[in-house]
């Protein structure tokens, strides 16, 4: 009787053994796949910070063209049209073709700016001719779709060139 016991103990060591090394699965695999999705959104806000950063840079280049000449370089830009931005190692010119930086698309436009029967910035009034609105874009491609950022402000002639 007692080899019969023995026997039936034995089994349910297998077992045992079988259903920690589920756990011991279960929990690798849990791990491993919220490690993988960490690396995921790191990567996804480092393309964001990356995104935010050349976004104000693109202002900061309008800023530089600016202060070369309001006539010569701002003031030229048709208004709407889709312009880029390309650095050739001394300073900032604007080009008509895309130029891509680490996968990222980044175009600007200038738009006019009117001014109220009190100076104020308005929608309609009288056109400032010495101010504009500047909306830099950014696209990059994120998890097979297209993502998009902007940002818009205001340069203004204020070396009067």
């Known amino acids: 009787m007692n080899f019969l016991r023995g026997n039936k103990k034995g ?13 011991v699965s279960i929990s690798f695999f849990s791990i491993s796949a919220v490690f993988q999705r960490s690396l995921q959104i790191n990567r996804e806000n480092t393309r964001a910070l990356q995104a935010a950063f ?4 693109g202002i900061e280049a309008m800023r530089t063209i600016r202060d070369r ?42 738009a ?21 609105k500047i909306i830099v874009r950014i696209l990059w491609e994120r998890n097979g779709t297209t993502t998009s950022r902007s940002l818009t402000s205001l340069i203004t002639n204020i070396n009067n060139d």
């Open 11 to 23: 089994g349910y060591g297998i077992i045992e053994v079988l259903i920690g090394a589920a756990v």
């Open 54 to 57: 050349l976004l104000e840079e």
């Open 69 to 110: 000449g309001w006539t010569a370089n701002i003031a030229s830009i048709p208004v709407g049209a889709t312009r880029f931005f390309y650095f050739d190692g001394d300073s900032w010119e604007v080009v008509t073709s895309t130029t891509v930086v680490d996968g990222i698309t980044r175009s600007f436009s200038v």
């Open 112 to 132: 006019n700016v009117y001014r109220d029967g009190t100076n104020d910035i308005s929608e309609t009034g009288t056109l400032d001719p010495d101010t504009r």
